[in-house]
Structure formats: structure tokens, C-alpha cells
């Protein structure tokens, strides 16, 4: 009923900038929030950014400063620039969204997953 589908992702060598999209489409009335979450080899699945439809937003400790995140509200999509990327950026990056269908079902959706690889 909802999908969302990342773009941005790929390798960058230390230092530099990458931005993601991830829009959400089908089903939606409306969505609350939107946040982008990381899992590198080995590791659990992190939150890096997170913002609601009002325009709150919340950063992991180890990107604050370097990562922005965005939403547009008329493109139902999320963004994330990142700069002065670090090899620990290095992961897979995962959209995820809280939306309220067209039946009035509140349901949590994640995206397939884009690669972010950090190295020179």
C-alpha cells in the first residue's frame, strides 16, 4: 500500500558529499514522519535522522553538523545531504516513514536500502 524507494547512495571518497532521496507513494493520506537509518556490516540498524511533518528534527550524535535531512511536503519525499562523510559513514541507509493510509490505517514502512561506501 506504501512504498518507498531511496536513490542517492554510492561511493564517495572520505571527506566528501552525498545526498539521498527517498519518496513515498501509494496509499498515503498523509504522512507524520520520516527518518533515515543506517546498518553497517555486522551492526544493528541505527537512526540517523528523523523529521516530522512539522519540521522537527532529530539527528544521531555522530552526524550532527554534517548531515542535514529535509521534506517535501508536495513530493511526499525526504532528503538527506551529507557532508564531510567519514569511512564510518559506510552503510547501508534505509528509509522509513509513519503514514496514515487512505483507509485510515496508521502503518511504518521502510525502503529497500541504498549503499553508502566511504573509502579512497
Known amino acids: 500500500q506504501v512504498q518507498l524507494v531511496e536513490s542517492g547512495g554510492g561511493l564517495v571518497q572520505p571527506g566528501g558529499s552525498l545526498r539521498l532521496s527517498c519518496a513515498a507513494s501509494?496509499?498515503?493520506?498523509?504522512?507524520?514522519?520520516m527518518g533515515w537509518y543506517r546498518q553497517a556490516p555486522g551492526k544493528q540498524r541505527d537512526l540517523v535522522a528523523h523529521?516530522?511533518?512539522?519540521?522537527?528534527?532529530n539527528y544521531a550524535d555522530s552526524v550532527k553538523g554534517r548531515f542535514t535531512i529535509s521534506f517535501d511536503n508536495a513530493k511526499n519525499t525526504v532528503y538527506l545531504q551529507m557532508n564531510s562523510l567519514k569511512p564510518e559513514d559506510t552503510a547501508v541507509y534505509y528509509c522509513n516513514a509513519d503514514v496514515r493510509t487512505t483507509a485510515w490505517v496508521t502503518m511504518n514502512s521502510w525502503g529497500q536500502g541504498t549503499q553508502v561506501t566511504v573509502s579512497s
Open positions: 523529521i516530522t511533518s512539522g519540521g522537527s528534527t
Open positions: 501509494g496509499s498515503i493520506r498523509s504522512i507524520f514522519s
